[in-house]
């Protein structure tokens, strides 16, 4: 049985139709990257995943290891293992980074019916997974996002991406506004977080970020449809070629 | 209409009702009951030439000190209250607290005039802590006088946790001299009608304020903070900071007024007030006032009336923490910033949860107080059914 299956997928904001019948599956371990030029879809089809209920899905589904998941709420879903890490990750003033991933983790595990993590298993967890994506114990001590830069924001989601250990990790246009050392820092963090139970989506308008996180599959999502699939080479002849061609295949 | 009773001195039994403590910070304590100076048990024995009485003893005794305050008829003695004077050079590191308590069995009409003074090159924390210890209505009427003399600074915290059937309307006067420096935090938890008057002048140049503000009101609660600050003199700077959080059917009206004068110039005024409605019956009435008779200042006001941010709510939520807590971890933070400027870190913890558990809806009041709220606090909570 595949991870999660997307079939026929419409999906409308305001009346306005985005998603247009999308189809994807994908299966347990794998690297999907999700290529398009602006506004075809992409980041919606990552927030409906993930939840978000701004969006209306008018028709089709979504199974999520066997369920259907556009009946869960949104904890629901992060509680079972979905994580979005976005694309603009919104500043919470006077909440830290560890007293929000504490209650992550927590409500996390009360949703599975364990029991809080101790205190000091926490800060231990911290303190592993900070040194995946080089961030400062000055940064984990701050309020989530507030005053961040570009840079550190994009780490601080692929931080919060490793102490949840999501099944499946959704990252939306993480590379956006990245130079080249924050890039190398977030891509190793994501490829140290690979294994054979966890997929990826990777959302990405450039073919630079797959020279880092070797994609399985590459998916051209335009004008709210999946039009073409292919390996990693696909990602390459798109950037040579650009988003123009498609129309004419 | 309820006929009141004007409140009568203190039985020396009544001190039972004392029984605050704020963990692991020591203070000296001041005990005040129905606005009466409670003479007997206070921690007040403090030597170093400072003065804690009634303000009728301050009357007699200490004429000097009062004479040239231009307070008031000195000759008057039905003035109840405390006075506290802090001598020159003198930096207090153990805050005082005054511990006003509130009891009665019939509706209790109570007045007390306060008057505190910080001595030049003197510092002073002061804690005042208005509790309400049974159900029943009483209407309070305080004024506080409070003198910063030249090099001196004044941290004031204030918490105002009565009951929803009483009323406390609170004038506070601040005078600063030159080179002072205030700083204020008021929290109106709870209460029936609550209103603050708080006024801060001028007096001398180089001396700041900053003033910072909390209400949590919910069901058919009402608080009011009217705040002026007149910049008499060059090279002030205030800085008012007041968040409210509203439930229910809660009222909340902010008034923030700025003078200042034609020659003050370098003033520096900040003025800000934030709300956060709950529901669409709570109403806030958010009024800055700026009234600027020069040109060479620095003025800035600003006033929100919200929701909370849907996007940081998304945000939360996809991480697997549950509407409700991250609706929690919101109002929180938002109360937090008020007492950022705070520098009783033990306070703050215990103010910090008393504010958490005002927002879950549990008792807001400390634990080993005797406070009986019998009426079940509400929680806040937004209900977006409400919210159009």
Redesign the interface.
Known sequence: MSLLEIKNLYCSIKGKEILKGVDLTINEGEVHAIMGPNGNGKSTLAAVI???DTFDVTQGEIIYKGKNLLEL???A???EGI??G?QY???????SIS???K???N??RK?KGLDPMPTMEFMKLMEEKKKIVEMTAKLANR?VNEGFSGGEKKKNEIF?MAM?NPTLSILDETDSGLDIDALRIVASGVNALRSPENSTILITHYQRLLDYIIPDFVHVLYEGKIVKTGSKELAKELEEKGYEWLKYE | MNSFKKATRPREEDFKDFSCNIPQLNTYRINQYNGFFFEKNNDANIDKGIIICSINTAKQKHKDILENKNLFDLSDNDDEGIFIYIPNNTDLDIPLQILDIIKTEEPLLIGSRNVVIVGENSKLKLICCDDSVNNNISNSNNSIKIFLENNSSLEYYKMENINDSSSIFTDTNFVLRNNSELKTFWLSLNGGNIKNKLVVSFEGEYSRAELNGLYLVDKEQLVDNQISVYHNKPNCISNQLYKGILDDSAKAQFKGHVYVKKDSVHTEAMQNNRNILLTDKAIVNTQPFLEIYNDDVKCLHGATIGQLDESAMFYMRSRGISERSAKMLLMYAFCNDVLSKASLEELKDRLQDVIKRRLHGELSSCENCVLNCNAPCGSFDIDMSKIQ
């Open positions: 993930a939840g978000k709420p949104v904890e879903r992060a509680a994580f979005l976005f990750p919104v500043e919470i003033p006077g909440v007293n929000f991933m209650t992550a983790i409500e996390q949703y309020s919060q949840l």
